[in-house]
């Protein structure tokens, strides 16, 4: 059974550009949420879709946006980039979703720097 | 504000030893979840505790949960240079800024294991 698949791997951009990155949850799985890991502030949760709907947001301005297909797919999308953007954007996915008693499956993750 | 705080947050210790990484947090969730980040790799879940009292172990390691103190231990026995990584907690964000589907983490517990 495939794991869950995040492209690019990594991602170079410079400030003020944007970028869309992409996840592909176990089969079957409905929920996908994104995670951003920095050294300084952890891991800090970023939004949830299930069957196509942001079903819980975390506390990013507007520029952090996602999106869920029929497929179960999703890409999230970051506009005007700044600085502290640079992360390691991770993705999960589960059936029910998280803290539905389940496990979360990780990818294994987008490596943004931002220049 | 809800937190979560692990302890210690660097840990080196030598093969053979026992130790035991704290997870404290100001939630009055019932549920809590240990995972486990290699270097340069993904997250892999390793518990869900999902009641007070919950124990659950796998090989080396062994976790706890006790709501009442909102305290989680994860024991290790006998440490192997294959367990150096990094462990984080995580409890559900419920009510903070969300419902669930809001995992809260730590900041992790870096391992390193030495001969």
């Known amino acids: 059974k495939a794991g869950v698949t995040q492209t690019p791997r990594y991602l170079i951009k410079t400030r003020g550009q944007q970028v869309t990155l992409s996840c592909s949850p176990i089969?079957?799985?409905?929920?996908v949420s994104w995670y951003q890991q920095t050294p300084g502030q952890g891991l800090q949760f970023l939004f949830e879709?299930?069957?196509?709907?942001?079903?819980n947001k975390g506390n990013f301005p507007g520029r952090f946006s996602g999106r869920q297909f029929s497929n179960s797919r999703s890409e999230m999308n970051v506009s005007t980039l700044e600085l502290g953007d640079s992360a390691l954007y991770l993705c999960?996915?589960?059936?029910?979703?998280?803290?539905?008693?389940?496990?979360?499956?990780f990818g294994s993750g987008t490596q943004l720097s931002v220049l | 504000e809800l937190k979560v705080e692990q302890n210690p947050l660097f840990l080196s210790m030598q093969e053979g030893k026992n130790y035991t990484i704290y997870c404290n947090y100001s939630t009055t969730s019932d549920r809590l979840y240990w995972y486990r980040q290699d270097p340069g790799k993904s997250l892999e879940s390793l518990f869900v505790l999902l009641s007070n009292g919950a124990v659950k172990q796998e090989g080396r390691l062994m976790a706890s949960l006790d709501t009442k103190a909102r305290l989680s231990t994860l024991h290790i026995t006998a440490a192997v240079h294959d367990l150096s990584a990094t462990y984080f907690c995580?409890?559900?964000?419920?009510?903070?800024?969300?419902?669930?589907?809001?995992?809260?983490f730590g900041k992790g517990t870096k391992l390193s294991v030495k001969p």
């Open positions: 879709y299930f069957s196509e709907t942001q079903r």
């Open positions: 089969s079957g799985h409905r929920s």
């Open positions: 999960a996915s589960s059936f029910l979703g998280p803290g539905r008693n389940e496990k979360l499956f």
């Open positions: 995580a409890v559900d964000g419920v009510g903070y800024g969300g419902s669930q589907g809001n995992l809260i």
